[in-house]
């Protein structure tokens, strides 16, 4: 996960700006969606503006206007092949302007975590997380199993990894690596690992808000006992064989292991585009390409052929292409996965929030996790429902006294990896989702930290 640098002061300043964000991110939906459906129209129009010139013209061929049939040797279908080249270049410059989907603020950098194959190897011989001393080789985090504690001589304690409503021993959820590179003003966070648990008693879950669910961030300077102070040039491994990573605080069900990996969500968008990209093109090619068939067949059915628009349904399938990105391809080799109705033009039933949700994560709908830390505003909350009011709801850190802000959110798409269903215990977990909110200040060497559960829709 990247690393980003936040003007602290400037802070409080851009939190009284998120609302009015959101209201132009809503009305930029909006106006897309309008957009889209107008150009859906004029391509339509164009086509069969370009459909009856292609007929012109194989009219005049077949006349030899112009002495036309010598310039491609007396074969239709060769001149057939000329006029539809033309007609999908000149269909494609209109069809490409409508995308998928838009990221409204170029200027926030904001990283997609994704579960990658399901892990079956010893957590012990994890390479890239803190049971390898090699920490230039440490990257994401890993979702189940059991939590790799950054430091094992200061763990939480059996009160913090207890459910807060019902005392109970929590789950582990996940945790991610999220240094801070400013040895300057923040040094003892060169190393710094954030830890998620939740309660598995659904009447928990179900109270909302910072109920059901623990935060703990770990940290160390660069400088400690456990692990070196230079960092190797090499991918070596330095496995700790002698720290046991021990879970007695905490339930013993574990989920499926699953190491994150992560993508800039601009990428993302680039991806979800290239995919629109070739599917339009499959879709025009379809539209305007004539078999190659004997003259006679063509004329009987040019009698018989029925003039189909390009329809909203078939913008519907080109949308959901990006339902799957490129990146949950690649690992699983899965282009059926996560199946979905379009959400491109959202239903009107659905509420501010939930239309920009689903517009937002259209380019990668198998992203678990989004990370955006200390950028005010990035929350993307899954309902108008049950929302913190960032200002008035978010406790400041009880060590420093410093603001927390929000840093990453946890996707209801974890759902589907988690084997919930083994969970034995009253109810079922779910979530809409889970918001992460740390001191700016990343003060001492950790401690607990807030989060606010925003219930199912």
């Known amino acids: 996960m990247a690393s980003l640098t936040v003007q602290n002061n400037d802070i409080k300043k851009k939190n009284n700006n998120n609302n009015d964000n959101n209201k132009n991110n809503n009305t930029s939906i909006n106006n897309n969606n309008k957009d889209n459906i107008t150009k859906i129209n004029n391509v339509n129009k164009y086509r069969k503006q370009l459909l009856k010139w292609k007929n012109d013209k194989l009219n005049d061929f077949k006349n030899n206007k112009k002495n036309i049939q010598e310039k491609y040797d007396r074969d239709i279908d060769i001149y057939d092949g000329h006029l539809t080249k033309k007609i999908y270049n000149k269909l494609l410059q209109k069809v490409l302007l409508i995308q998928p989907s838009d990221i409204t603020n170029e200027n926030v950098t904001v990283d997609l975590g994704f579960c990658e194959d399901e892990y079956k190897g010893s957590i012990k011989k994890m390479i890239h997380t803190h049971t390898n001393k090699n920490w230039v080789m440490w990257d994401g985090g890993h979702v189940g199993g059991k939590p790799i504690w950054l430091n094992p001589n200061k763990k939480p304690s059996k009160k913090q ?45 179900k109270k909302g808000g910072p109920n059901g669910f623990r935060i703990i961030r770990s940290q160390l300077p660069r400088k400690n006992d456990i692990y070196p102070y230079d960092e190797f040039n090499d991918e070596r491994t330095i496995f700790d064989n002698d720290n046991e990573h021990d879970t007695n605080c905490l339930d013993t069900f574990q989920f499926k292991i699953y190491e994150i990996m992560s993508e800039l969500e601009t990428d993302c968008l680039k991806d979800a585009n290239a995919a629109i990209t070739d599917k339009f093109k499959d879709v025009i090619e379809e539209q305007v390409q004539r078999p190659k068939k004997a003259k006679e067949e063509e004329e009987e059915e040019e009698e018989e052929e029925e003039d189909v628009a390009i329809t909203q349904n078939d913008i519907d399938n080109v949308m959901n292409a990006i339902c799957v990105s490129d990146v949950k391809k690649k690992l699983t080799g899965d282009s059926n996965s996560n199946k979905s109705n379009n959400t491109t033009i959202v239903s009107k039933s659905l509420d501010k929030s939930m239309t920009y949700f689903h517009y937002r994560i259209d380019i990668a709908k198998d992203q678990i996790l989004r990370y955006a830390r200390w950028q005010p505003g990035e929350e993307l909350f899954c309902s108008d429902t049950n929302r913190p009011n960032v200002l008035e709801t978010i406790p400041k850190c009880p060590y420093c006294n410093g603001l927390r802000q929000f840093e990453f959110q946890i996707m209801p798409q974890l759902l589907s990896y988690l084997n919930i269903e083994n969970v034995t215990g009253p109810g079922e977990i779910d979530w809409g989702g889970l918001y992460i909110y740390t001191c700016v200040n990343s003060c001492g060497y950790g401690g607990e930290e807030y989060i606010w559960c925003q219930t199912p829709c």
Do not use: S
Not at 166 to 175: I, R, T, Y
């Open 161 to 205: 990894l207890a459910c807060n409503v019902c005392g109970a021993n929590m789950l582990f959820l996940l945790q991610l690596y999220a240094p801070i590179d400013d040895e300057i003003h923040k040094p003892n966070a060169f190393h710094r690992t954030i830890y998620a648990f939740c309660c598995k008693n659904e009447k928990c879950l």
